[in-house]
């Protein structure tokens, strides 16, 4: 049985500042002491031990900030600055707006800013975030679904007071994890077990970008029809995870993460029917992966279209095309030089990259990395990806051909997907909307041995 005490209430943190955080209010805040801030820009600095807000007219000495509107409906303020897709290779920053209440706590040199809000408005902002609010609107339904799945098993794994104490879940919350050994570093990155708020705004979590990016009707709608409703494994809220393109075949829970099998995160081929006979399975046989990578074989998410790319893709994930199928050139000093800022380790000239375990999905969780100097094994999936690159690899499914002579030679990796591919893909997801696939075929494919049921 799950039961919710009601839609919860939750704490987002947008950005940590060493700097005065500057603020637009779009209509009169007040503060609990009852002094109010009219509409406009301020400024918010650490005063000893409390806070001083000043804007054109005013000067007010707080000892706490927590900003609520008094017109909750039209009532947002912005904020300068905030960093998003943080070490992707779309790291960019933004003003950005938002809607509920605005807490700002005092950190070691610096200012926390974090956003309360009720979890149905933190989700039409999201599935708006992670993919556009023009998305067909069953693939919006499905989305609202698996990412309130997602942030309510996280909740319940907290301890949230919206939750029983019995409730938590199984969910992985703590980042990095894993082992360091003199020949081999393997290690994952789970949602970080935040203190003084719930999920952080970026994709460590999930997009959470305010009323910034643009809503329709459709996100209203997918959220109201779909209330309250989650993935559900038997007495448990579904850890439901998504990523943008799974390369044609969705990976395991453990591929990316602690070694524990989760049911309903386990391999799909990301396609109507079987998986196509001309490819030989399974994928963690390197042979096979090499010919599933090295081809581009029909799927849901194996898609060029402009037109549906520009209805389902934020603007800056539409910079992305090659997502299905990718390359990356590295000269060998180059990568040399790459694994050495990333890892801190010099490895020499860079002679092979060996992959030595692989998923599911062709992604690879084990790699070893042999150089003039030294030789070492790495994982998992994500680690792979931050090493080989100075942003992020797109995924960890990839092959290796190095070419050129000893000592003048280059490795060109041919890659699959964008993201470590366990749960739901988005961009396969919206693929089946389009073709008028509804919310709840969309579930079933991505996530086989869940339910959905109404948590409030």
């Known amino acids: 049985m799950i039961s919710i005490k009601g839609e919860p209430l939750i704490r987002v943190g947008l950005m940590t500042s060493n700097e005065p955080v500057i603020i637009t209010l779009s209509h009169r805040f007040h503060l609990p002491s ?64 938002f809607k509920g209440a605005l807490c700002i706590l005092a950190t070691e040199g610096g200012l926390r800013v974090i956003n309360e809000i009720p979890v149905e408005s933190y989700l039409a902002s999201v599935i708006s975030s992670e993919m556009s609010a023009t998305c067909p609107p069953e693939l919006l339904r499905a989305h ?26 199984s969910s992985e919350t703590t980042a990095p994890t894993g082992k360091a050994l003199n020949d081999e570093l393997i290690r994952w990155y789970g949602r970080e077990a935040h203190t003084t708020f719930d999920v952080c705004a970026d994709d460590h979590c999930q997009r959470y970008q305010g009323i910034t990016k643009a809503f329709s009707q459709s996100v209203f709608d997918a959220v109201k029809e779909t209330r309250g409703k989650i993935l559900a494994f038997g007495s448990e809220i579904c850890d439901a995870r998504y990523s943008k393109c799974c390369g044609g075949m969705t990976e395991r829970y453990s591929a990316a993460w602690d070694e524990k099998e989760v049911p309903y995160l386990s391999p799909v081929y990301d396609g109507p029917a079987a998986a196509p006979t001309e490819f030989r399975f399974p994928l963690d046989d390197e042979a096979n992966a090499l010919a599933w990578i090295k081809a581009a074989p029909p799927a849901f998410c194996n898609t060029r279209s402009r037109e549906l790319l520009v209805k389902i893709l934020p603007g800056f994930d539409q910079e992305t095309t090659d997502f299905y199928r990718w390359q990356m ?31 599911a999905s062709g992604r690879i969780i084990k ?15 994500l680690e792979i990806r931050r090493a080989l690159s100075r942003s992020h690899l797109y995924s960890s499914a990839f092959v290796v051909d190095r070419e050129g002579r000893p000592g003048q030679h280059r490795f060109k990796l041919t890659g699959a997907g964008w993201g470590h591919g366990v749960g739901l893909c988005q961009i396969g997801a919206a693929v089946m909307a389009g073709r008028g696939y509804s919310h709840q075929d969309i579930l079933s494919h991505y996530f086989k041995e869940a339910s959905v049921l109404t948590a409030y």
């Open 329 to 359: 050139v590295y000269e060998a000093d180059e990568l040399t030089e790459i694994l050495k800022g990333r890892l801190g380790v010099d490895f020499g000239e860079i002679r092979e990259l060996t992959a030595v375990e692989r998923g």
């Open 367 to 381: 790699l070893k990395i042999t150089g003039k100097s030294r030789t070492l094994v790495i994982g998992k999936e």
């Open 144 to 169: 609202a679904i698996v990412s309130r799945s997602w942030l309510l098993s996280q909740l319940a794994a907290a301890g949230h007071p919206s939750f029983p104490p019995s409730a938590g879940t």
């Open 34 to 97: 009852g002094q109010s801030l009219e509409g406009g820009e301020y400024n918010i600095d650490r005063q000893g031990a409390g806070f001083r807000i000043s804007g054109s007219n005013t000067a007010i000495e707080s000892a706490a900030i927590n900003l609520i509107p008094d017109d909750p409906v039209d009532g947002c303020f912005s904020i300068a600055g905030i960093t998003i897709g943080i070490e992707f290779h779309w790291q960019r920053r933004e003003v950005q707006s």
